[in-house]
């Protein structure tokens, strides 16, 4: 054989050999693939196996006093292994199913005995190994199903497999339920404390191995049991109080329901450390229900209206553009924008007023005028000083959803130069939420201190703290202490003198505030014909003392007025009314001292001879006199200044809570004739103290 040929053929054979054991793969994988493929599927099934994560228990969120806002309570998913050791032979799941299918249906009620006998033997014949029994199982229940015929059997041989998840429940209900919030998996829609906390709250997850079964069923391989056992989220303990939280939300939910409005908000803030003790919001919904929808207090951004005037005198006057006695022409309640619209006032009779009756009355004329006047050659001057006061900025609050604010300036594609100006005077032309603006209030009633409210106030893990938090100073001061004082005074003056003397007549604590009542835009088509209203009131009690400020806003009443005095006043008035009485610290009666004349009787303006022969009865002696001046009586080491009331001619003395013969005797002094209706004292006068009007002119008091 020649070389040639023996080569060749060892390369038929080696060629052959391949060709065989090609053909040998093939027919495998055919073989594996058709022939055997069922029995390779169910083993691959078998075997598969993975881990599964397990949810911790979140954290709990706790009101300032510990009280439990929202938590984490046990929740059971029960299945049962059909071929489980304990019945694995027939004769003992049939003497047992019958029994346990009586004691499911006599537990639930949902189903006959037969339709759970049913349902638990065709799922032995199937030999499910993770059927599932039922969802929603409370802890009180799996302690007697445990005790079930079968269950009874222990955690392998009875086949019962627990799979423990857990619940969020709110245990005071709807209370603060838009600020407690709730868990989202989306970071950019985080609602309330819930979701702005998560990262705390959420834990741990732990690991539970899983393995699939016949059917793509995943069952537990340790019978419920997990691999890495989760750990627990940390505690939220928030600013919330629940007595003021629930008397917040029932009086603003009443007024809601009263006036048959859109929406509103009340928000009850700590002065001094700007921790919000409540905050509620209610929507009416398409049944005329009110329910938490929106958490308007801190996204809602809209024209204030009036109670923005703080913001505009605190200006004009830290600026010293006016002070409190200057004057300006109201033109009785209609003023029209130089090209512009025409600005109106609810009083009438407004005509030559001081800033602080424009200020107490509320005059959108006067506040108009006084800045247009001394800011219309630099408006850029206003914007800036409001600037100041970091009212064009979100405050940073700790939940998610706060409003953007909106205070215009020269440069704004939007502003104006013909009203723009006067029209942010009293609080349009701009966007601002209530919290916001109660912030401005609240640095009011801070000693100047403006400082970013706050609703958490420290987290907890395991009982101790993670993290503790305190209200952000935003700024030190907003304005110079005479400003602040003036602002002060005209704040009080609202309450004793000015639209909101009504709500707290004969109050036990005194009251600072402003009412602001702003007509609302209805989207594109603006103000419109259809006139829509916001009613707001805003401040903070006690006066001298401030401890707590508040803002009250209710949007669109159609039902009786919409007069902010008559409709956002009343829910400040009750709220505080029930804050003063549970607050230990505030209601206690202030003791009497007897060295000097620390408690002076209350006068009124009137004849001054006949008022010292009564100081004098009382024992107290006038300024600069000797100690021995008022005989035996009670001494001081001041004494009272006594002076006769002067009124000036051509203008209009303050004669409201005076009896007739004073108020005659003082406005006719100042050259006024008199009209008097009713009897009592002076509730009313037609023209406003410190008005210049012409002598001779007729005036009307009211006494009641």
Avoid at 9 to 21: C, K, P
Avoid at 403 to 422: A, D
Avoid at 688 to 695: D, F, N, Q, R, Y
């Amino acid at each position: 054989m020649s070389i040639r040929t023996n080569i060749l053929m060892r390369v038929y054979l080696a060629f052959g050999l391949i060709l065989l054991f090609a053909a040998a793969v093939v027919i495998q994988l055919f073989r594996v693939q058709f022939v055997q493929g069922k029995k390779w599927k169910a083993m691959a099934t078998t075997l598969s196996t993975r881990y599964q994560t397990v949810e911790a228990a979140r954290g709990n969120i706790f009101a300032v006093d510990m009280s439990l806002l929202a938590t984490s309570v046990p929740e059971y998913e029960l299945h049962m292994d059909m071929l489980a050791p304990g019945i694995a032979d027939d004769q003992t799941f049939n003497e047992n199913v019958d029994s346990l299918a009586i004691k499911f249906s006599q537990l639930y009620g949902d189903k006959s005995e037969k339709e759970y006998s049913r349902m638990l033997r065709d799922a032995r014949k199937e030999g499910s190994r993770y059927e599932l029994i039922r969802r929603k199982v409370t802890h009180r229940e799996l302690t007697l199903i445990r005790k079930f015929p079968i269950y009874r059997m222990g955690k392998y041989k009875g086949g019962l497999i627990v799979i423990e998840q857990n619940r969020r429940v709110l245990p005071f209900r709807s209370l603060a339920a838009r600020t407690i919030g709730y868990k989202n998996d989306n970071v950019k829609n985080a609602v309330g404390l819930e979701g702005a906390y998560a990262s705390y709250i959420n834990g741990e997850s732990g690991k539970r191995l899983m393995q699939r079964m016949a059917g793509g069923t995943w069952m537990p391989v340790n019978n419920g049991d997990d691999e890495v056992e989760p750990k627990e989220g940390a505690d939220i303990i928030s600013t919330i109080d629940v007595n003021f939280q629930d008397v917040a939300q029932d009086v603003l939910k009443a007024q809601l329901e009263a006036t048959e409005a859109d929406h509103g908000c009340v928000v009850l803030m700590e002065v001094a450390t700007g921790e919000i003790r409540a905050i509620a919001n209610f929507t009416r919904n398409k049944e005329g229900k009110y329910e938490e929808k929106l958490n308007y207090a801190i996204s809602n951004a809209a024209d204030p209206g009036s109670t923005f005037k703080l913001a505009t005198y605190m200006t004009l006057f830290d600026q010293h553009k006016i002070d409190t006695n200057s004057t300006i022409n109201a033109e009785g309640g209609k003023y029209k924008i130089p090209k512009g619209p025409t600005i109106s006032d609810v009083e009438d009779y407004n005509f030559v007023i001081t800033a602080k009756t424009a200020f107490e009355q509320s005059s959108n004329v006067a506040a108009a005028k006084f800045v247009y006047n001394a800011y219309n050659n630099n408006p850029k001057e206003f914007t800036d000083k409001l600037y100041s006061y970091h009212l064009n900025e979100p405050l940073g609050l700790q939940i998610a959803g706060e409003g953007i604010p909106v205070v215009k300036n020269p440069k704004s594609r939007s502003w104006n130069k013909y009203y723009t100006l006067p029209e942010m005077a009293y609080g349009y032309e701009m966007k601002i939420t209530p919290l916001q603006m109660l912030t401005l209030y609240n640095a009011v009633a801070n000693n100047g201190k403006m400082i970013a409210p706050i609703l958490v106030k420290e987290i907890r893990r395991l009982g101790n703290t993670v993290e503790q938090f305190q209200a952000r100073v935003i700024n030190e001061k907003v304005c110079s202490d005479a400003t602040l004082g003036k602002m002060r005074s005209l704040l009080e003056g609202v309450i004793t003198e000015g639209n909101g003397k009504s709500l707290f007549k004969n109050s036990l604590y005194s009251v600072a505030g402003k009412t602001g009542t702003a007509q609302i835009a209805n989207g594109a088509s603006g103000y419109g014909l259809k006139k829509t209203y916001q009613a707001s009131f805003c401040g903070y009690f006690p006066a001298k003392n401030p401890k707590y400020s508040m803002i009250v806003v209710v949007n669109h009443p159609t039902v009786g007025s919409y007069l902010a005095a008559k409709v956002a006043g009343p829910v400040f008035k009750k709220i505080a009314d029930r804050v003063y009485a549970s607050d230990q610290g505030m209601n206690q009666a202030v003791p009497m001292h007897y060295v000097g004349n620390t408690n002076l009787p209350q006068i009124k303006k009137g004849n001054v001879k006949a008022l010292k022969q009564v100081y004098a009865k009382l024992g107290v002696k006038p300024l600069y006199a000797t100690n021995n001046a008022a005989g035996n009586g009670v001494d001081t080491s001041n004494g009272i200044a006594f002076e006769d009331a002067s009124h000036k001619s051509g203008v209009v003395p303050q004669v409201k809570g005076m009896g007739l013969s004073d108020a005659l005797y003082a406005l006719g002094n100042a050259g006024y004739k008199v009209v008097a209706r009713g009897s009592g004292m002076v509730a009313n006068q037609s023209a406003s103290a410190g008005s210049i009007i012409p002598k001779g002119s007729k005036i009307i008091i009211e006494l009641q």
